[in-house]
């Protein structure tokens, strides 16, 4: 299958800094990624879509100016935890679409962010 | 508000028991549900459901589901240790845009 690439895998940063996060498609072109977050035991929650060459789209509740999001290639969506608290440590996973044959979507390993 | 329930949260078998992994929707326009297994990192996809009633089958694993009662079902026969993981469902709640709705997962232990 498809792969998709996430880095880093797990990053511990002080309050008040900020933090990237890379999503690569590596074998395939993506114009759609979305980008969940995972809280201990419960499930992913949709944060963003991302869309190459234009603006991310926000979920409700999801502060956009907080979390950046950046699209500039079709094989690259970014995603900066920007002033980053306690409070969005995190598990954080994107995942790409791919268009053909069928439309899946394909999961990077996951980035876990702990912010102290 | 749409919503994706599972059952049941958390489940302990043995070896070579069977397992059935319950998923319950509420969406407002339906297009797919989709199955994942989760074990400590990215969820890897195991089945995307469009049509009730047409089983899907990948050796020991199966799923089906039903759009008129909004749920589906994942089986899981002769489990093996390696089996254990979270099994997440998620339900595309609008044609076109698979912006997924997770549901909290089952949390599958098989013992040997």
């Known amino acids: 299958g498809a792969v998709v690439s996430q880095h880093p895998s797990w990053v511990i940063c002080k309050s008040g800094t900020s933090v990237k996060i890379e999503c690569r498609s590596l074998d395939f072109q993506a114009t759609t990624m979305f980008w969940y977050r995972q809280f201990p035991k419960q499930s992913l929650m949709l944060m963003a879509t991302?869309?190459?060459?234009?603006?991310?789209?926000?979920e409700q509740g999801v502060e956009k100016d907080k979390f950046l999001i950046n699209h500039a290639s079709l094989t690259l969506s970014t995603l900066t935890v920007t002033s980053a608290h306690p409070e969005d440590s995190s598990f954080y996973i994107c995942?790409?679409?791919?268009?053909?044959?069928?439309?899946?979507?394909?999961f990077g390993q996951g980035t876990r962010l702990t912010v102290v | 508000e749409d919503k994706v329930v599972q059952s049941p949260l958390s489940l302990v078998v043995h070896e070579g028991d069977t397992v059935t992994l319950n998923c319950s929707y509420e969406?407002?326009?339906?297009?797919?549900l989709l199955w994942y297994k989760q074990e400590k990192k990215a969820p890897t996809f195991l089945f995307m459901l469009?049509?009730?009633?047409i089983e899907k089958k990948s050796g020991r694993l199966s799923s089906i589901l039903d759009k008129k009662e909004l749920f589906s079902i994942l089986n899981i026969t002769a489990t093996q240790t390696g089996d254990s993981a979270v099994y997440l469902c998620a339900v595309e709640p609008a044609r076109g845009t698979y912006k997924y709705i997770f549901g909290t997962g089952t949390r599958l232990k098989v013992l040997a």
């Open positions: 469009t049509s009730s009633g």
């Open positions: 969406v407002t326009n339906f297009r797919s």
């Open positions: 995942s790409a679409l791919l268009w053909t044959p069928n439309t899946e979507a394909f």
């Open positions: 991302s869309n190459e060459g234009s603006k991310a789209t926000y």
